[in-house]
């Protein structure tokens, strides 16, 4: 029994990326870990092969990349009681983040690569905090 494939493309403005839920116990030191992830771990839901969760299971792959690419941790869940905030750390480098796994996209042989120009978070009393990275310091740091 084959099932069927339905191919829907969807431009898109931002890829939502899911954290992993965070660890429900303590360590054996009885400490609280922040857990870490890589950038990359998070994006392979574009891969073209990891699904998502059921009931619904989709694959994902990005068919063209834009000039800026936004990425959103999603890093809250709402449920009857609160809102959680996940305190996974997301490591990513500065510079180069190559998509080539991710698309079928090619320039010059490689896939897209990425700096990163700007981050917003939003602080744990609830004000929202902006970095851009300026032209003038990345001269000055090489």
Do not use: H
């Amino acid at each position: 029994e084959q099932k069927q494939v339905n191919v829907t493309t969807v431009p898109f403005f931002m890829l939502p990326l899911d954290l992993p839920p965070p660890p429900l116990f303590q360590n054996e030191q009885l400490t609280s870990v922040i857990p870490q992830i890589p950038l990359l771990n998070l994006l392979s839901k574009y891969d073209g092969t990891t699904q998502t969760p059921l009931p619904d299971p989709k694959t994902y792959k990005i068919a063209k990349c834009p000039k800026y690419l936004i990425l959103n941790i999603r890093r809250f869940t709402w449920n009857t009681w609160a809102t959680e905030r996940n305190p996974t750390i997301v490591n990513f480098p500065s510079q180069g983040i190559d998509l080539e796994d991710f698309t079928t996209e090619r320039v010059n042989g490689e896939g897209p690569k990425y700096d990163l120009l700007a981050n917003v978070c939003i602080t744990s009393d609830g004000n929202w905090k902006v970095q851009v990275k300026s032209k003038a310091i990345a001269k000055e740091s090489g």
